[in-house]
């Protein structure tokens, strides 16, 4: 064996066996499951809710106390000369100079703090600073320790609950929203599923049968041709069955391109291959026995208006636009907040007799203020018009709501209609293809003893397939009606077994 040969040999066989492990084969809940674990969008989705909770905490930290330390020193050198304490002139020295004395005072100050907000609206700081200043003139050192505390309670503006915790409470809603939209994502991937995964079944069975009355087509003409050269056929036969075969050619084409397209959909919800999805080939099973799913209108439809992700969507939309309402009425009171303020100084030549005087019952080195501040814009245009517009969005989402429920009513009824037509079609159809298959083997019977034409037998031959390409349209649109039954009921997570952690 030529080495060439060899190589090409042994390419060939690693091509093929690449080609055999590209190769997915699957059934319809291969395929669910699949596009559950590697599907690209439910992927990204699942950060949504992570992304909310993150911005929940953050908009909790609003209450977090804040603790500040600072530590400053600070260093003045003045050259100052000795006066005559009598005259308060320089003093003479000899040799005529005026002596000079260096003045130095330093200070070291530690402050800290702690200060925040609390959901009544009530803001505080809680302080305390140590200073330590020095004077190379005096024998001591002298310390100051003071503790105190500031707070602002507002009485009309931004006081209570309501107000100061409208933030966190659209952040908690947006978190179930979120949790709402993976939800949707994910029925909309697994409806996706189902509906792509029919529609292959269906562009492939449906080539079968282009392809199936091609050869019937082929045999025909190829009939034809041995008739007419026998004399039993006119030219016009053979030239109608040539005619009837290159145009069930295009058919073929058709049907192939559309099942190729409809396998790389499929593999676009169930791979997350990027490089090498174009290089996987899908193998499906045929779709599962029919189901006996019957739509229960009084037990479904209520159950939509709990589990329809977008209903769930529009009540919390509608919680927040209700609690901007609230926040914005408050907004537009007048401003009266009571201040106060209380602090001790200790004053002393050591740290610790300082530190005892600002503890010690007897310490008379204190301050005290208390008071009210009071504001309000003229005329207050800007909160009075921010108010009323969020009372205009509550009515507007209140009826968007009202058109929400309308469609879901109108599509759950028109969802469980498709089960019953369609199970329905199955039925008929089923029928109309066992008479196009009898009627066209006995026109075949006919033309074979010359009391039919070519153009009857193409006709019949166009009927069977047309009845069979039926068939199977009725079957893949029953399970996708079920498919999309579940999902106008909110069902599609429970029929599936799926569930969200």
């Avoid at 609003?62 to 603790?67: E, G, N, Q, R, Y």
């Avoid at 400053?72 to 050259?79: G, L």
């Avoid at 330590?132 to 003139?137: A, C, E, G, L, P």
């Avoid at 939509?304 to 919680?319: E, G, K, T, V, W």
Wanted: net charge neutral; hydrophobic share 40%; glycine share 4%.
């Amino acid at each position: 064996m030529q080495p060439a040969f060899r190589i090409a040999l042994a390419l060939f066989a690693a091509l093929a066996a690449a080609s055999a492990n590209d190769t997915l084969s699957l059934n319809l809940q291969d395929a669910i499951r699949m596009a559950l674990g590697k599907n690209f969008q439910i992927r990204a989705e699942r950060f949504t809710p992570q992304i909310a909770r993150a911005k929940q905490l953050s908009a909790s930290g609003k209450f977090d106390p804040i603790a500040e330390v600072s530590v400053t020193y600070d260093e003045n050198n003045q050259e100052q000369r000795t006066l005559n304490s009598e005259l308060n002139t320089p003093t003479a020295v000899p040799g005529g100079d005026t002596p000079l004395l260096f003045a130095r005072t330093s200070g070291l100050e530690v402050d800290t703090s702690i200060a925040g907000l609390t959901p009544w609206g009530l803001t505080y700081d809680i302080g305390a600073s140590t200073t330590k200043n020095t004077d190379n003139r005096l024998t001591n050192d002298k310390y100051n320790s003071f503790l105190g505390i500031n707070f602002t309670q507002p009485l009309l503006k931004n006081f209570g609950t309501d107000v100061n915790l409208a933030q966190l409470r659209i952040a908690r809603a947006d978190r179930a929203i979120s949790e709402w939209t993976l939800r949707e994502s994910i029925i909309r991937v697994v409806t996706d599923t189902v509906n792509i995964y029919c529609e292959l079944y269906f562009t492939k069975e449906n080539l079968g049968v282009e392809e199936r009355s091609r050869g019937l087509a082929a045999q025909l003409l190829a009939d034809n041709l041995k008739r007419a050269e026998i004399g039993v056929m006119s030219p016009l036969d053979v030239m109608q069955a040539r005619a009837d075969l290159a145009a069930r050619e295009e058919r073929v084409l058709v049907a192939t391109r559309n099942m190729l397209d409809n396998e790389n959909f499929l593999k676009q919800l169930v791979t997350n291959e990027v490089f090498r999805v174009l290089q996987t080939h899908i193998e499906i099973a045929n779709l599962p026995d029919l189901p006996n799913v019957k739509a229960d209108r009084e037990k479904d439809f209520p159950l939509a208006f709990q589990m329809r992700p977008d209903y769930r969507q529009a009540l919390l939309d509608l919680q927040k636009r209700q609690i901007n309402v609230v926040f914005s009425r408050n907004q537009a009171l007048p401003r009266l907040d009571l201040v106060a303020s209380f602090g001790v100084n200790g004053i002393d030549t050591s740290l610790a007799d300082s530190f005892q005087r600002v503890s010690g019952q007897a310490n008379n080195n204190y301050s005290w203020t208390t008071g009210v501040v009071g504001s309000l814009p003229i005329p207050n245009r800007e909160a009075r018009g921010q108010l009323e517009a969020n009372k205009l969005e509550v009515a507007k989402a209140l009826v968007e709501l009202k058109r929400l429920e309308q469609a879901i009513l109108i599509e759950a009824d028109n969802a469980a209609g498709q089960i019953e037509t369609t199970r329905k079609r199955i039925e008929a159809t089923t029928a109309a293809r066992d008479f196009a298959a009898k009627t066209l083997e006995a026109a075949q019977a006919r033309l074979a003893s010359g009391t039919t034409t070519t153009f009857e037998v193409l006709q019949f031959q166009r009927d069977l397939a047309t009845a069979e390409i039926n068939q199977i349209r009725a079957r893949a649109d029953h399970i996708r009606a079920i498919a999309d039954y579940a999902r106008v009921t909110g069902l599609t997570l429970a029929r599936n077994g799926i569930s969200i952690e």
